[in-house]
């Protein structure tokens, strides 16, 4: 049944695959023709192209969801829902719909340490930060996607306009603290690339400062590792807003 | 076949959605809910199909409760709602077989011949074809499956006359030779009375009547005047 699913799926999002692999042509003539990485600087410009994928991997969401109200979508949740195909496994289905969105930017966050201004000879610490920063982060917007999708379903049906402020800060409060939670890892990581003269500022009570103090290993391994653990309990409730029956 | 007891259903902002409804039908019957607008139909069909949790009382469908995902018991129900929307760059024909594909009762003979009854062209774009036309397509689909239930929310109202005609004799016929049931939710009762073997009618969440049609009708001779009626009393 999944194959049935992500094959009309291949068919739908062909101009997506098109744009993708066109995106990943262009950047692969630029870089050779161009030398787009300066030898002496640490940016990499494999980040542009991992941003566009990410861009292109959040977009299709909505469309996989089918919410039924003011969103486009290639088959509605009521229609996905009356199928004879126990929801459980239409859950699980809809995960490996969304996931195969995220190949193009898991495929080249898992080989990038390996390429010409990765980290391959980083300790230890850092590749465990980093794959599970990753990995939190992927499933953190896929969960996200499905959270806000059946959120604003409720909000634009049932509430009146008197709780639409507060159904707006839940919807939003996730993310965010997620985001926070996970925001270590990626200064840990980041943080050498774009800003390297921060690590020398003196004044660590600057916003920067009390950022690049939640960088060292503990809570940029520990913070994202916690979110992986809370995401596994977002994911039944997930299920039982997006079916109601699970 | 459908049994439904003292069924409520409310949200946080809206306590009675749904107040204590209660019927009985049995198989093989043409059931009609009627109701004006915002008096709770849709959200009763949504119980019945699963896609909302009651708050109380007990449901069943097919002998099994919606509530608890009896997948096996879908196969034999099909939906029909306006709240399902079909991709507008898909044709007709892959619809239709990228619907098959879930159901093992599918017949293929009898999609043909509802396509044909129903003027449909199994090529062209679904974007490209009116309101009515899609529904038709979606009617094609559900009845292809060959449900022992079929659940119709507001379903006509988009259909023109010839269209309406024509979907309501398919489903008196085969409640006929197959013993289908029927339950159309709808807020034009006209014109059913020949069709309609139960009715129920619902009023800001709460059931103003549940009875066979000779019943519901009382000293009234048509479904829209006995509906018009009790809703002014």
Known sequence: ?246 | MIEVTDLSYSVPNKPHILDSITFQLPSGSFFVVVGENGAGKTTLLDILMGFRRRTSGAVSVLDADPQTDPWQARARIAYLSEKVDMPGDWETREYLEFHRRFYSSYDLADETNLLRVFGLASTGRIGNLSAGEIRRVQIVAALATQPQVLIADEITAVLDIQGRKRFLDLLKERQRMKRLTVVLATNVPEGLDSYADYVLLIRKGSQVAFAPLGEFLEDETELARAVLHRLEE
């Open chain 1, 1 to 246: 049944m999944i194959i049935h699913f992500l094959k009309r799926d291949f068919l739908d999002f062909r101009v997506y695959w098109f744009i993708v692999a066109g995106i990943t042509l262009a950047y692969g003539m630029a870089h050779h023709f161009t030398k787009l990485d300066s030898p002496g600087s640490p940016w990499s410009s494999l980040q542009v192209l991992l941003f566009a994928y990410f861009f292109l991997a959040i977009m299709p969401q909505s469309y996989v969801l089918g919410s039924v109200w003011r969103t486009q979508h290639q088959l509605s949740r009521h229609y996905l829902l009356a199928l004879p195909i126990s929801h459980r496994h239409l859950f699980t289905i809809q995960h490996y719909r969304m996931v195969v969105f995220w190949i193009p930017v898991l495929g080249l966050c898992s080989i990038y340490p390996f390429l010409g201004k990765g980290f391959s000879s980083a300790s230890w610490d850092t590749w465990m930060v980093y794959y599970i920063a990753l990995l939190t982060t992927c499933v953190l917007f896929i969960e996200y996607g499905i959270w806000s999708t059946v959120q604003w379903e409720e909000m634009t049906s049932y509430l009146p306009q008197s709780a639409r402020m507060r159904a707006w800060l839940k919807m939003l409060v996730p993310i965010a603290v997620f985001l926070l939670v996970v925001e270590p890892a990626w200064m840990r990581l980041l943080t050498p690339i774009w800003f390297p003269r921060l690590k020398q500022m003196p004044d660590t009570f600057s916003f920067f400062g009390v950022l690049m103090g939640a960088t060292g290993p503990p809570p940029s391994l520990v913070f994202p590792a916690l979110a992986l653990f809370l995401i596994v309990y977002w994911i039944p409730h997930n299920a039982r807003k997006w079916c109601v029956t699970l």
